[in-house]
T-cell receptor
Framework: DQQVKQNSPSLSVQEGRISILNCDYT??????FLWYKKYPAEGPTFLIS?????DKNEDGRFTVFLNKSAKHLSLHIVPSQPGDSAVYFC???????????????FGGGTRLMVKP | DVKVTQSSRYLVKRTGEKVFLECVQD?????MFWYRQDPGLGLRLIYF???????EKGDIPEGYSVSREKKERFSLILESASTNQTSMYLC???????????FGPGTRLTVL
């Protein structure tokens, strides 16, 4: 059973408009969430993260929103640019600090296409 | 800047061959990870190492083994490659307690 789900496999947006990518999770122990961006034939690159003590984190054009009661997070990209076209993965990590760190659980990814 | 490198970008092997995938990170990170990425399935964790010679199984360890003899290097071994191991393999590293992982460019493995 997938603990982190991205229900939209793809999303198409016009350049300059807002892109909203969604992610749902089922494990209430998750308390740290990340978004990664992946271009074809490259490894994922870290984009932005949010801790469960916050409900919003912003970095330039990228904002992540967390709704803990709904177990839902979203990534907003405003304004969208053609260079944002990539696959976006959300990931989640459980609570507590272990000496060994925590493993991430990834969603299936959403392919974003930004049209000029 | 964190740098994670993988030994090959593309690899073609035959069924039954032994395959070694190598990963090196230059940031003194304690944790290293091997994932495979398949369409619609996201990234699935194969193995995880939190220290030299230490390893933990991830979600899909069957058919794989790992080796970590030095802190900066983490190897993934396919003892006898099979066609269902055709995939993109991604290595990552992190420095606990921060969970952000940094990825290498990936190895596209095709098993014929």
């Amino acid at each position: 059973d997938q603990q982190v789900k991205q229900n939209s496999p793809s999303l198409s947006v016009q350049e300059g408009r807002i892109s909203i990518l969604n992610c749902d999770y089922t494990n209430s122990m998750f308390d740290y969430f990340l978004w990664y961006k992946k271009y074809p034939a490259e490894g994922p690159t870290f984009l932005i993260s949010i801790s469960s003590i916050k409900d919003k984190n912003e970095d330039g054009r990228f904002t992540v929103f967390l709704n803990k009661s709904a177990k839902h997070l979203s990534l907003h990209i405003v304004p969208s640019q053609p260079g944002d076209s990539a696959v976006y993965f959300c990931a989640a990590s459980p609570g507590g600090v272990r000496r060994a760190g925590n493993m991430l659980t990834f969603g299936g990814g959403t392919r974003l296409m930004v049209k000029p | 800047d964190v740098k994670v490198t993988q030994s090959s970008r593309y690899l073609v092997k035959r069924t039954g061959e032994k395959v070694f995938l190598e990963c090196v990170q230059d940031m003194d990170h304690e944790n290293m990870f091997w994932y495979r990425q398949d369409p619609g399935l996201g990234l699935r964790l194969i193995y995880f190492s939190y220290d030299v010679k230490m390893k933990e199984k991830g979600d899909i360890p069957e058919g794989y083994s790992v080796s970590r003899e030095k802190k900066e290097r983490f190897s993934l071994i396919l003892e006898s490659a099979s066609t269902n191991q055709t995939s993109m393999y991604l290595c990552a590293s992190s420095l606990p307690p921060v969970d952000t992982q940094y990825f290498g460019p990936g190895t596209r493995l095709t098993v014929l």
